[in-house]
């Protein structure tokens, strides 16, 4: 069902990941050892949840820069919530977050669709507009450790069968969206309108509604994010996760996901999500400055675009039998 | 514009007596500013029965098909199915009423996959609400089984060729139990063997009791398959009946009329010395050995079917596309043009036939657009000078016999015919040498027609080297004064004077090699 | 048949040249609007504060505008021509460290704005030549590049900073060349002259426009599309370049995170000048009076005390709104006319 040329771009990628962890296990051993492996995974939890959100965004051919400023205000409010009632259960929390990050969401595909405004000037806007309103409810105050109750900060650390749940919960992201994105419907209708909206109409299928369901997934999606990132950091500002958004298209981008909309791949998003993860976290055990990774993300995503694009050269009409039959 | 009724005669009108027809269309008119696309046609199609529906390009075909799909709503006129009256609003609802069409650019995905293809939209469901993937799968093998398609349902579409495009295009009309199925030149662009295979299946639908629509150029396979046939000129129904009871010359008259009800030019041809010279042009795909010259004051027509190459062609002389291989001569001097504004300081122009993509600027106002290629002209040190373009706009569209409201209105507020006016005039203030004319006439309306066509004979009688791209015949025969015919990529026949017919033109297009009768 | 009917009318003799004159045009235009929205937010200002009026406290909210407004002319003409570039603030941090690199090595001011400038411009046409000589989408390439520039910068300086600029240096973002006006306030001006000349007087500026509208007609009217985009890339950095002077020299000092998020308050000047984000129309006196709007905004806020972070909701409202009213007026227009 994959397509073969994504599934070969996705190995390359995967086999640039193994040759990373490669090269820096020969020096550093212990990067590749398991346990280090899986706190890789665990820090890069959030980004893989959020790539898998703007996955489903960008497949429609819209973009959402607004899901750090979702996941940072919706970060402050579960968390002033919690100040205000600490006996209030970490699954109704959960339920909070991901019902306040949809409804973000929700005004982002209405403004798309209703308005049929420009995805990137909608989440432009939003994305301040988010990032604004955390400061008027906070009053540009911090919310610390102590004044979050146990229960709330412990739940994303907790550990299950030997990870912890904020890993758990990436996981689950995955699965719900490899049923989602290849088993369902609106999946399939995802990449229906970002390939080719023209015939999506024909089809039958609704090009605004797909796309505001996009936009509803993936502000659920940073919602959720939001209590996970403020509960194991344990710390609430207005500045959390600053310029997130774009190391979350980075992601995207590096794991094949055509910014033209129609193409791309849950596997692809998770190893894009992975590269910057291991990178991120092997330059300083490999004794490169951190202030290395910005500019390593950066070349990737320059890579991984031109690499796409001559992958995807459109070819010309053929009109020539002989022609036809040499293709 | 005149009655066409006069082709009728030797044809049996009109449905024959025997089974009644599953989907019958009555007096459907469909209009758009400035054309009337379809006047009162009527169309039946029977159930087990293969309907060709002949008419030159522009004669309202595709009007039609979008009709039947749900695409356009039609002014006036009834469509009725198995006797009772229907509408299709949507697309959808077109689908949903029995009515498939295979278009001759396919429409459908090309990331997903072959069984995606078929299904979007209706895949067989789990319990949970999910895509039966299995299912489908099997379901889409069943399919492509039964049209003899060797497919894989996994593939991506876009491995696939043309061919196979157009089967999993056909499987998905079986997927939704259609009734009626259109086939919108389903041969186009296929191989010989293809096309057998094509024949075939459209066997197969006629045994499954599909009523099918069969949209096509090419007589040899008109008479081949078809079992009645409908003929469109100018957006009227001028002529239906029993394929069995009329021959290829009948159809032909039919199609092209048997008076041209156009008025052309009076022209005295009167072409001077050699000024452009095109020979072995080559591209790896669109077309090969293209080989001609062109006289001043000289109009030499190009037909072919649609898909034939002459586009290709001519974007190729313009510079737009790169030759593999070739040389183009200007008054015996070699040009070389890489790029469209190496074509045009040649003194070489296209008018393309894609207005609303290539030509108009749409969103720019009309004098904006006339002053464009000129603008070297009109300003000083690249400063602009309004008042110049504005004098040059004035002019040229005066010349044209323009009708806008202003010279600064949007040129996308103008109706085909006049933004045409506004793109040629864009063209002639850079005072060419050669023009190429795209399907100069597409789509616009009557005025319009006998306007363009009226200036390219002045533009003759001026000295120019015109070229025109044309697949209407009759305006291929009053205007030109020598036709190539290129058919698959090549030059396939160059008429002129007295061998220039509407016959030889269809024949050689087509590649009907003997006159049968 | 009707529309044929109804133009006919006007047929067969000459065509006038306008339809409306200019100045019917400019009281119907986006430009005016926003010039009464600039009107009424120094009215609220100056009743709002009593600092508001006093001439030098108008001429540093200067300074809230005149930096991001020069990148924000050749944004427009980028975004006009259907491209856009999402780097420029990190040009600006590139730019600058390359200036307080050279600081270290001794540079002079002159060879200090010829570096910048240089940076800029290759950076500028790093971004063009992926854009135009790949075919890749601007969007994308500058979200890449936006972190490969100020990834250079962070590799270079880390958690340090460049200072120690020459005195003279400070002038392009602290010098006055006449009583309140300030060298910037004079930058601005000039620019925004030179580049209003540029996009509505020359052929290059409308070759801009024939892009945004129609790329694929205009390479068929012979335009050289790659060419002109590629400038207008090179363009871009040089205006980033320039305005990295400025901040740089206004600042006294250079870290990594200078001008960070620029680029979304440049393209949002841009937007709210009534340049279509889609590309093929808008004015540079538009995104003049928008430059004022965001500086008037910004420094009347701050007067009463009203953190930056507030601020950004209203520009973000504005922006949204801006092109929301229209479109939704219209929509309300359609309805009733069924």
Redesign the interface.
């Given at each position: 069902m994959i397509p073969s040329l994504i599934k070969s771009r996705e190995g390359i990628l995967a086999a640039a990941i193994l040759a990373l962890l490669l090269v820096i296990s020969t020096r550093f051993p212990a990067f590749a050892a398991p346990k280090n492996l899986a706190n890789v995974f665990n820090d890069t939890a959030p980004l893989i949840i959020l790539a898998l959100g703007q996955m489903a965004v960008i497949l429609t051919r819209c973009i959402d820069l607004s899901v750090a400023a979702n996941l940072a205000l919706t970060g402050m409010v579960v968390a002033m919530l919690n100040t205000a009632m600490p006996d209030l259960p970490v699954p109704m929390i959960l339920l909070i977050a991901i019902g306040f990050g949809t409804l973000m969401g929700l005004v982002n595909g209405l403004l798309v669709w209703k308005l049929d405004i420009p995805p990137i000037v909608v989440t432009l806007g939003t994305m301040t507009i988010y990032r604004g309103i955390i400061f008027v409810i906070s009053g540009g105050e911090w919310i610390n450790a102590h004044e979050m109750s146990p229960a709330f900060k412990a739940f994303p650390r907790e550990v299950i069968l030997g990870l912890p749940v904020l890993s758990w919960m990436a996981i689950l992201v995955v699965v719900g969206f490899i049923i989602l994105v290849g088993r369902s419907p609106l999946g399939r209708a995802f990449y229906a309108v970002g390939g080719n909206p023209h015939a999506a109409v024909y089809t039958g299928i609704n090009v605004g509604r797909t796309q505001c369901a996009a936009f509803i997934l993936s502000g659920a999606l940073a919602g959720l994010t939001g209590y996970l990132w403020v509960a194991r950091y344990a710390v609430a500002y207005v500045d959390i996760a600053g310029g997130f958004e774009l190391e979350v298209v980075a992601a995207c981008v590096i794991g094949g996901i055509s910014i033209a909309g129609g193409i791309g791949s849950v596997g692809g998003a998770l190893l894009g999500a992975l590269f910057l993860g291991i990178v991120k976290n092997a330059l300083p055990v490999v004794n490169i400055s951190p202030f290395w990774q910005l500019a390593i993300s950066g070349s990737a995503i320059i890579i991984a675009v031109a690499f796409n694009a001559t992958s995807n050269r459109t070819k010309g009409r053929v009109i020539l039998k002989k022609a036809e039959h040499a293709l | 514009m005149l009655a066409n009724s006069q082709g009728i005669d030797n044809v049996h009108a009109h449905a024959t007596q025997g089974a009644a027809p599953v989907l019958s269309l009555e007096g459907i008119s469909k209009s758009f500013p400035g054309v009337k696309a379809l006047s009162e046609v009527a169309l039946d199609l029977y159930p087990g029965e293969v309907t060709a529906l002949v008419g030159e390009n522009g004669a309202g075909k595709s009007t039609i098909v979008k009709v039947l799909t749900g695409i356009y709503q039609p002014d006036g006129g009834r469509i009725s199915i198995n006797g009772q009256p229907v509408s299709f609003p949507t697309a959808l609802d077109a689908g949903k009423a029995g009515v498939t069409a295979i278009h001759q650019e396919t429409v459908l995905f090309d990331d997903l996959s072959v069984a995606e293809n078929i299904f979007i939209g209706h895949a067989p469901k789990t319990r949970f609400g999910l895509i039966d993937r299995a299912a489908m799968l099997r379901k889409a093998k069943d399919l492509l089984d039964r049209i003899g398609a060797q497919i894989d349902p996994k593939v991506t579409l876009k491995d696939l060729g043309i061919a196979n495009k157009h089967l999993v295009a056909i499987a998905r009309a079986l997927s939704i139990d259609a009734k009626i199925v259109i086939m919108d030149e389903p041969t186009a662009s296929l191989s010989h063997k293809e096309i057998e295979e094509t024949y075939e299946l459209v066997e197969r639908l006629k045994a499954e009791g599909k009523a099918i629509l069969f949209i096509s150029h090419k007589f040899d396979e008109i008479f081949r398959i078809a079992d009645r046939f409908t003929v469109f000129r100018d957006g009227q129904m001028v002529g239906a009946g029993k394929i069995s009871d009329v021959t290829e010359q009948d159809l032909v008259r039919l199609m092209v009329g048997r008076s041209i009800d156009q008025v052309f030019p009076e022209r005295s041809s009167n072409p001077g010395e050699e000024l452009f010279k095109v020979a072995g042009y080559c591209h790896p795909t669109e077309f090969e050995d293209i080989g001609f010259s062109l006289r001043r004051g000289e109009i030499l027509g190009f037909y072919g079917l649609v898909g034939a190459g002459r586009s290709e062609v001519m974007q190729a002389l313009f510079g737009v596309t790169k030759p593999s291989k070739g040389a183009i001569r200007i008054d015996g001097e070699i040009a070389v043009i890489r790029s469209p504004d190496e074509a045009i300081s040649h003194g070489i122009v296209y008018v393309p036939e894609d207005r609303g993509r290539q030509g108009a600027i749409k969103g720019l106002p009309i004098f904006q657009n006339v002053s464009l290629p000129s603008l070297k002209k009109t300003s000083k040190n690249g400063f602009l000078r309004l008042a110049e373009e504005f004098k040059l706009a004035r002019d040229y569209t005066q010349r044209l016999d323009l009708r806008a409201a202003a010279l600064d209105q949007d040129i996308g507020e103008l109706s085909g015919g006049n933004q045409q006016k506004v793109v040629i005039a864009k063209w002639l203030a850079t005072q060419p040498r050669v023009i190429i004319l795209d399907e100069p006439t597409k789509g616009i309306d009557i005025g319009s027609k006998a306007a363009v066509h009226e200036f390219m004979a002045e533009l003759a009688a001026e000295g120019l080297a015109v070229i025109m791209v044309s697949s209407e015949i009759p305006e291929i025969l009053g205007m030109s004064d020598r036709v190539i015919v290129m058919r698959e990529g090549r030059i396939a026949a160059e008429f002129e004077g007295g061998d220039l017919t509407p016959e030889h033109l269809v024949r050689a297009a087509a590649g009907i090699s003997e006159v049968k009768s | 048949?009707s529309?044929?009917s109804s133009?006919?009318q006007?047929?067969?003799r000459?065509?006038?040249?306008?339809?409306r004159s200019p100045l019917q045009r400019f009281l119907t235009s986006w430009e005016l609007l926003l010039l009464g929205v600039a009107v009424a937010v120094f009215i609220i200002n100056s009743f709002a504060s009593p600092y508001f009026l006093d001439p030098w406290n108008l001429s540093d909210a200067t300074f809230n505008f005149t930096e991001k407004a020069l990148i924000a002319f050749a944004m427009a003409l980028l975004i006009i021509s259907g491209e856009i570039d999402l780097s420029v603030a990190s040009i600006i941090a590139l730019v600058s460290t390359a200036m307080g690199f050279a600081v270290q090595l001794g540079a002079d001011t002159s060879i200090l704005v010829l570096i910048g400038l240089g940076v800029g411009l290759a950076c500028g046409a790093f971004n063009g030549f992926?854009v135009t000589g790949?075919?890749?989408?601007s969007?994308?390439?500058t979200?890449?590049?936006?972190?490969?520039?100020?990834?250079?910068s962070?590799?270079v300086?880390?958690?340090k900073a460049y200072t120690g600029y020459p005195s003279d240096f400070a002038f392009f973002g602290q010098g006055y060349v006449w009583w309140v006006i300030s060298f910037e306030l004079v930058l601005f001006a000039v620019m925004a002259i030179l580049f209003a000349i540029l996009l509505h007087?020359?052929?290059?500026?409308?070759a801009v426009?024939?892009i945004g509208?129609?790329p694929?007609?205009?390479?068929?009217?012979?335009?050289?599309v790659s060419r002109v985009k590629f400038t207008l890339f090179l363009l871009t950095g040089l205006m980033s370049a320039v305005a990295a002077i400025c901040l740089t020299s206004r600042l006294g000092a250079t870290r990594?995170s200078i001008a960070?998020?620029w680029e979304?308050e440049v393209?949002?000047m841009v937007?709210l000048g009534g340049i279509s984000?889609?590309g093929?129309?808008g004015t540079i006196p538009g995104v003049v009076i928008a430059a004022f709007v965001m500086g008037m905004v910004t420094f009347g806020f701050g007067l009463l005390n009203v953190?930056g972070?507030?601020?950004?909701?209203?520009?973000?409202?504005l922006?949204?709104a801006v092109?929301?009213l229209p479109?939704?007026a219209r929509?309300l227009l359609a309805r009733r006319r069924t």
């Open positions: - | - | 048949m529309l044929a133009t006919s006007v047929s067969g000459q065509i006038p040249d306008r339809l992926l790949f075919g890749l989408p969007i994308v390439v979200i890449g590049t936006m972190s490969l520039f100020r990834g250079i962070y590799i300086l880390g958690d007087r020359t052929n290059f500026g409308r426009y024939v509208n129609n694929v007609g205009a390479l068929f009217s012979g335009i050289r990594p960070f998020g979304l393209v949002t937007v984000i889609l093929g129309s953190p972070i507030v601020m950004s909701i209203f520009i973000g409202l922006l949204i092109i929301a479109r939704i929509q």
